[in-house]
């Protein structure tokens, strides 16, 4: 069965610095992955999915995020951060029948 | 398009007592589920539906009963109310075009049950 991990319960970035939140997968076939981000008491907003072709994929927001297949990671990626990102992060594989396995999620902290 | 709907937003409920959280989709999409969130466990999944009188079950299906008699509605039913069905409930639905698993799930705003 299918199960994502991340690491970090908890991130805590300086507003303008880089930021890297973790995603390990495990997955028998070609992985579907995605990054969903959900601001406190709303919903999830998708902000990228990875299926096939380039390994470097660009989504919303600024963020970006690598497949390594060799790693079995799936890390998200933003240059600067905004006091508007802090929010909570979850890395995702999706299967047959585009239902989702979620990990527990990252609560991103930005400080001024 | 409204996406996808969720009624009620919040419910209060007593040990025992039975309910049905709607969740109701306008984009024709095939596919469309259920999750809980509970905090530090992220989303799982607690019944999915591939199409109208096709349904099974997620992760965490005990206590819950869906059915889906048409495209667009998808109701959780919560026969008698548990404490530990205290939880946030999210429905999403997705198309089954090419790319099946890739394709995007769109996310409905999400009922907070609350079981006394």
């Known amino acids: 069965a299918q199960s994502v991990t991340q690491p970090d319960i908890h991130i805590t970035v300086s507003e303008g610095a880089s930021l890297e939140l973790r995603c390990n997968y495990s997955y028998g076939a070609t992985p579907y992955l995605f990054w969903y981000v959900q601001s406190p008491g709303q919903g999830l907003q998708l902000l990228l999915k990875?299926?096939?072709?380039?390994?470097l994929v660009q989504g919303i927001k600024g963020f970006e995020a690598e497949f390594k297949r060799s790693q079995s990671s799936f890390n998200l990626r933003k240059p600067s951060v905004h006091w508007s990102d802090a929010a909570e992060y979850f890395c995702?594989?999706?299967?047959?029948?585009?239902?989702?396995?979620f990990g527990k999620g990252t609560m991103l902290l930005v400080s001024p | 398009n409204a996406g996808v709907t969720q009624t009620p937003k919040f419910q209060v409920l007593k040990t025992g007592q039975s309910m049905t959280l709607q969740c109701a989709q306008d984009?024709?999409?095939?596919?469309m589920s259920w999750y809980r969130q509970d905090p530090g466990m992220g989303l799982r999944l607690i019944h999915y539906?591939?199409?109208?009188?096709?349904?099974d079950q997620g992760e965490v299906p005990n206590g819950y009963n869906v059915s889906r008699s048409t495209t667009e509605d998808f109701p959780l039913r919560l026969l008698s109310a548990a404490p530990s069905q205290t939880s946030v409930y999210f429905c999403?639905?997705?198309?089954?075009?090419?790319?099946?698993?890739?394709?995007?799930?769109?996310f409905g705003p999400g009922t907070r049950l609350t079981v006394l």
């Open positions: 999403a639905s997705s198309s089954n075009i090419a790319g099946g698993p890739g394709n995007e799930q769109f």
């Open positions: 990875y299926f096939s072709g380039d390994t």
């Open positions: 539906s591939v199409g109208a009188g096709i349904t």
């Open positions: 984009m024709n999409h095939e596919y």
């Open positions: 995702a594989v999706g299967s047959g029948y585009s239902t989702l396995t």
